[in-house]
């Protein structure tokens, strides 16, 4: 499996304030990719990364702010937290066209 | 826009038995993959079996199988012999071959249970 790490992997916090979530992967993976799980809604696409500085917006985008500053890291960034933003947040890479891609272990985010 | 859609919310089956897991999709693309991943309680998403479009061999792991109908857009996975630790939420999804986005779409999910 590739080593994607993200953290925190729980994390409280109260509407309004700032969030920003961290995956970081050792595989040298060109594409990083963000979801979030709910329930009756499988995972959805937030935001994608397809290099360094090279970002776009998926399906749920709205709210959400990414940065991929070097090839190891691609943070996601809450910048005023909503209850509605209470979810399950999962990273996922993949190196090339035929590739698979890796999920790391998923950030549970409560916002109260 | 493609679409993926998981009609069962829950299957249950015994354990040694054969359980078949539904999934359809919708595309109007004619190349691209498909994907059951598998969620234990632990959270972790875990590739399970992947189907490349152009092939028309279905593709099997073990345990696992599918029957991928390309016409009918139907790509249904089979588990043999189901044991305790099958117990988990799967999910099927769709990548396309096509663009740079390369994101997988997911359905709803199954959440499957295995009885003792």
């Known amino acids: 499996d590739a080593g994607i790490t993200q953290s925190p992997r729980h994390k409280v916090t109260e509407t309004g304030t700032p969030v920003t979530l961290r995956c970081h992967q050792t595989?040298?993976?060109?594409?990083m990719y963000w979801y979030r799980q709910d329930p009756g809604h499988g995972l959805r696409l937030i935001h994608y990364?397809?290099?360094?500085?090279?970002?776009d917006k998926g399906e749920v985008s709205d709210g959400y702010s990414v940065s991929r500053s070097k090839t190891e890291d691609f943070l996601l960034t809450l910048e005023s937290a909503t209850s509605s933003q209470t979810s399950v947040y999962f990273c996922?890479?993949?190196?090339?066209?035929?590739?698979?891609?890796?999920f790391g272990q998923g950030t549970r985010l409560t916002v109260v | 826009a493609q679409t993926v859609t998981q009609s069962q919310p829950e299957m249950s089956v015994q354990e040694a038995e054969t359980v078949t897991l539904s999934c359809t999709y919708d595309?109007?693309?004619?190349?691209?993959?498909l994907f059951w991943y598998k969620q234990p309680p632990s959270r972790q998403m875990i590739l399970v079996i992947r189907?490349?479009?152009?092939?028309?061999q279905n593709a099997t792991e073990n345990r696992f199988s599918v029957n991928f109908q390309k016409a009918a857009k139907s790509f249904s996975l089979k588990i043999s012999d189901s044991q305790l630790g099958d117990a988990a939420m799967y999910f099927c999804?769709?990548?396309?071959?096509?663009?740079?986005?390369?994101?997988?779409?997911f359905g709803k999910g199954t959440k499957l249970s295995v009885k003792p």
């Open positions: 595989e040298n993976h060109r594409y």
């Open positions: 996922a890479t993949r190196q090339g066209s035929n590739t698979e891609a890796f």
């Open positions: 189907q490349e479009a152009y092939k028309q």
């Open positions: 990364s397809y290099g360094v500085k090279d970002t």
């Open positions: 999804a769709y990548r396309s071959m096509e663009g740079s986005q390369g994101n997988l779409i």
């Open positions: 595309t109007s693309e004619s190349d691209y993959y």
